[in-house]
């Protein structure tokens, strides 16, 4: 039987051209009409999030480190524990920095010598989040009251940013505090608190301050989802082009018990309802669990590891 037009290999390769041609020209109503069947271009349903995996301690010189993948999102966090002075104002607490880097290799967008504008947004963002959930108890962090405390510094490295780039950052950030293992500390000779290498366990050194390496004891983990709001439709964990594409975004920070940490609107011409907003919640509640039993197995396999 003859093949008709159609069915030829250079008849679907130009369809495929044409339709790509569409996309590029006019997004937005190509977007519209994928919207109307309640499926997006990549196939997802409108709330799905895309495929997510945690890789927990890859980076052998940090204390707590995790590599996360949202889709083609992917996020490095890493955290370095140094000793330090405690302020006078918190003299029983450790302390928390945070810093967010996009170098040239993550976006298209950025430039080599020109730091991203969303970089230090994002770093606030994290910070805040982290700190409103109360998943560090700082005073976990102290040694000696008012005279030796850890600092914990989080740098976060995108490697491609594809999307939904706070919730992948507070995601890392999180499977690294949930990996971070606090080390052995003890004084020297002229009274400084100084740290117990492997090399010199069993040696001849100070009796350790703490008896032994410990995780922290984290309470509630906040985990985020962002949205793209666009007409009706509620578009869950955007990529970059539906960012681009579509200007309304808003992010829910949730803890691990359900309750709102924070959320953000970022631009946009759509008006939130309390529908609106009530689906988003519902949303963020449903990837919550997600993000917490992806987590949890990430852990365990760390484990037996």
Same mark, same amino acid.
């Given at each position: 039987?003859?093949? @008709?037009?159609?069915?030829?290999?250079?008849?679907?390769?130009?369809?495929?051209? #044409?339709?790509?041609?569409?996309?590029?020209?006019?997004?937005?109503?190509?977007?519209?009409?994928?919207?109307?069947? *309640?499926?997006?271009?990549?196939?997802?349903?409108?709330?799905?999030?895309?495929? @997510?995996?945690?890789?927990?301690?890859?980076?052998?010189?940090?204390?707590? *480190?995790? /590599?996360?993948?949202?889709?083609?999102?992917?996020?490095?966090?890493?955290?370095?524990?140094?000793?330090? @002075?405690?302020?006078?104002?918190?003299?029983?607490?450790?302390?928390?920095?945070?810093?967010?880097? !996009?170098?040239?290799?993550?976006?298209?967008?950025?430039?080599?010598?020109?730091?991203?504008? @969303?970089?230090?947004?994002?770093a606030k963002q994290l910070s805040d989040a982290?700190?409103?959930?109360? !998943?560090?108890?700082? $005073? #976990?962090?102290? /040694?000696?009251?008012?005279?030796?405390?850890? !600092?914990?510094? /989080?740098?976060?490295?995108?490697?491609?940013?594809?999307?939904?780039?706070?919730?992948?950052? /507070?995601?890392?950030?999180?499977?690294?505090? +949930?990996?971070?293992?606090?080390?052995?500390?003890?004084?020297?000779?002229?009274?400084?608190?100084?740290?117990?290498? #492997?090399?010199?366990?069993?040696?001849?050194? %100070? =009796?350790?301050?703490?008896? =032994?390496?410990? $995780?922290?004891?984290? $309470?509630?983990?906040?985990? +985020?989802?962002?949205?793209? &709001?666009?007409?009706?439709?509620?578009?869950?964990?955007?990529? %970059?082009? =539906?960012?681009?594409?579509?200007?309304?975004?808003?992010?829910?920070?949730?803890?691990?018990?359900?309750?709102?940490?924070? +959320?953000?609107?970022?631009?946009? %011409?759509? &008006?939130?309802?309390?529908?609106?907003?009530?689906?988003?919640? =519902?949303?963020?509640?449903?990837?919550?669990?997600?993000?917490g039993e992806i987590l949890k197995e990430s852990l365990s396999a760390m484990e037996i590891?």
């Amino acid at each position: 039987m003859a093949s @008709t037009d159609g069915d030829r290999p250079e008849s679907k390769l130009a369809a495929e051209i #044409e339709v790509e041609a569409y996309r590029r020209l006019f997004p937005l109503p190509y977007y519209d009409r994928h919207l109307v069947e *309640s499926v997006r271009p990549d196939g997802r349903a409108l709330g799905q999030a895309r495929e @997510t995996t945690i890789a927990v301690g890859p980076v052998s010189s940090a204390n707590g *480190s995790a /590599l996360v993948k949202l889709g083609d999102t992917t996020m490095l966090a890493a955290i370095k524990l140094e000793v330090m @002075t405690p302020s006078t104002k918190s003299p029983d607490e450790g302390s928390l920095a945070v810093d967010f880097y !996009m170098p040239p290799i993550c976006s298209p967008s950025i430039r080599p010598g020109r730091p991203a504008d @969303t970089a230090p947004v994002i770093a606030k963002q994290l910070s805040d989040a982290i700190s409103s959930s109360g !998943m560090i108890n700082l $005073k #976990e962090l102290s /040694l000696v009251s008012g005279k030796a405390a850890w !600092m914990a510094y /989080l740098d976060i490295y995108c490697l491609n940013a594809d999307g939904s780039l706070f919730d992948a950052a /507070l995601l890392s950030a999180t499977a690294a505090f +949930s990996h971070l293992q606090i080390p052995l500390v003890s004084l020297n000779d002229s009274g400084r608190v100084i740290t117990i290498s #492997e090399e010199q366990k069993g040696k001849s050194v %100070s =009796e350790p301050l703490n008896k =032994e390496i410990r $995780k922290l004891a984290i $309470k509630n983990t906040p985990f +985020s989802l962002t949205c793209i &709001l666009h007409d009706k439709h509620i578009l869950a964990d955007p990529t %970059s082009e =539906e960012e681009s594409v579509m200007d309304t975004h808003v992010t829910v920070v949730l803890d691990s018990k359900g309750r709102l940490v924070s +959320s953000y609107k970022a631009g946009g %011409s759509v &008006l939130l309802s309390r529908s609106m907003i009530k689906n988003c919640m =519902e949303i963020a509640k449903q990837r919550m669990e997600e993000l917490g039993e992806i987590l949890k197995e990430s852990l365990s396999a760390m484990e037996i590891d």
